[in-house]
């Protein structure tokens, strides 16, 4: 997951759904990975400035490793001569620069959301009901050059900011320089806008995003985990950091593997004297995803339910210090509950009820330990509205394709004769694209994919350069049609012809002796059904079984 999420791969994953879907992923700046795309990223922003000569655009050049703020900076044109010294130190992503955000107080701020990923297979997606926003310290100006190296102003990172002698801790879950998120909408609701409007677009944001790494995460997942093992068998909270514009559209800034879970911040007592105090916004929404996240996931719950009962007391009875504190904030807290109310509508048509409601059910009686807990605060998205959104998942179609065809328990990249068997099982090659031509394409695309890998584990063929020689396969079958299209034909299409080999083989399975060889051919050369396999070929079978396999996949 740490790996998924860092900039580049998160930006190549998200790209890889913007040529496929571009209005449906158009939540993520456009984005140059450095150095292997400097050139291409010179070139396009000349040509959009030689089109619109008024086009004033500021780029946000951010480490691919960097956290917490850490090397970020902007520049005004691809000329900056810090740009010339990262193409000499580490990767990094160059993105647009968003600069009309919607402003609280005349501060940008964004909005941490945590996001549960309870599991890959199926795919089951949690977002917590409330979150946090951070602000700048400094009163926001638009991009010019003599603001740029203004961080307090452009970067809205928690860690650069906690340093500026404007930051405010504050006691009020509404004001200061770090709130809750439902504080903001409470604001924004009271201005009249539509917050249910705004939770759907988060939301939407959320699964997409989600659903452009997961491809790649099973690719990740197959290679580590043990065959055969029933459910889910891990799971990770995410930090995903975004920003509202101007015109209350989110867009995506990054995703972050290792949200900080921290709940309190260091205050100076004195010169060099720092002490630890409870910060009430963090408790306010850590406690709740990190408790709810135990309730969704521990296997156990009932058992240590009755052993640990401790751990499920609410929140107000384990830190007395801070709860002392809410007394003064019981009228801002009942104007939240009124908003959160809202929050709580369904965003998205669906008809289905989320299984969380399992819990709030069981937490209703009394006999149940989790009785005296709050209702649960994480949301189930997905599949919740899984009908809205599954046509999205061409890739992840294509990495089962993919994985099909690695071989190897543990591998993650394809090998020639892997990709040849593809090719040969899916009928993709002809007159047109002889064998030979397909092992150029793919020392061609393995050859430049594995050029832009720092970390080279193993050779052969890596997810996103099958997708790149998919899409070229999908281009050259389907001609008239635009690319998702494309590319669903030729899934279907693979799709349809292994499923007509799955069938060929378990119809020759039952029809073979009870000593499990196939009835002898009389031709001493032909190859054994295990060969015949490796090479992409079905086992021989009787006429019957053929007819009948073909007669139930007609083509109409």
Known sequence: MTEMVRKITLSRA???????????????????????????????????KDGDP??????????????????IYLIKDPSDIRLAGTLQSRPAVVQE????????????????????????????????????????????????????????????????????????HSDSTSTGSKRTFSSILCRLSSKGVDIKKVWSDIISLVIKTVIALTPEL????????????????????????????????PILLE???????????????????????????????????????????????????????????????????????????????????????????????SKEEPPDSDLASASAGGASPEGHLPSICLKQVFPKYAKQFNYLRLVDRMANLFIRFLGIKGTMKLGPTGFRTFIRNCKLSSGSLSMAAVDILYIDITRRWNSMTVVHQDSGMGLQAFVEAFFYLAQRKFKMLPLHEQVASLIDLCEYHLSLLDEKRLVCGRSAPSG???????????????AQLAEGHPPPCTNSALKLSHSRHALS
């Open 14 to 48: 998200v790209r890889i759904m913007q040529n496929l879907f571009p209005e449906e992923y158009n939540f993520y700046p456009r984005s140059w990975i450095l150095p292997d795309e400097f050139q291409l990223f010179v070139a396009q922003v000349r040509m959009v």
């Open 54 to 71: 008024s086009w004033k655009p500021t780029f946000i050049v951010k480490p691919d490793s960097g956290c917490q703020g850490d090397g």
């Open 97 to 168: 620069y968003i600069c009309k955000p919607l402003l609280i107080d005349k501060l940008k701020f964004d909005i941490r959301l945590y996001v549960l990923l309870k599991s890959l297979e199926p795919l089951e997606i949690y977002i917590a009901k409330d979150g946090l926003s951070r602000f700048c310290t400094e009163p926001y100006q638009e991009p010019h050059p003599r603001n740029l190296h203004h961080i307090f102003m452009h970067l809205t990172n928690y860690s650069l900011n906690i340093h500026s002698g404007n930051f405010v």
């Open 218 to 249: 099973r690719v990740f997942y197959q290679s580590d985990i043990p065959a055969g093992r029933p459910g889910p068998t891990c799971f990770q909270i995410l930090g995903f950091d975004i920003l509202l514009m101007k015109n209350l559209k």
């Open 255 to 349: 995703v972050n593997a290792n949200p900080s879970m921290r709940i309190e911040h260091e205050q100076e007592l004195s010169p060099g004297v720092f002490e630890n105090v409870p910060s009430l916004v963090d408790e306010e929404v850590k406690v709740a995803v990190i408790r709810d996240t135990l309730r969704l996931m521990d296997p156990f719950k009932k058992k240590r339910e009755n052993h640990f009962p401790d751990i499920y007391m609410d929140r107000k009875h384990r830190f007395p210090p801070v709860s002392d504190r809410m007394s003064s904030l019981k009228l801002q807290l009942s104007k939240l509950s009124i908003v959160r109310s809202q929050q709580l509508g369904k965003p998205l048509a």
């Open 516 to 530: 499990g060889r196939p009835p002898h051919s009389g031709t001493p050369q032909e190859a054994t059904p295990t």
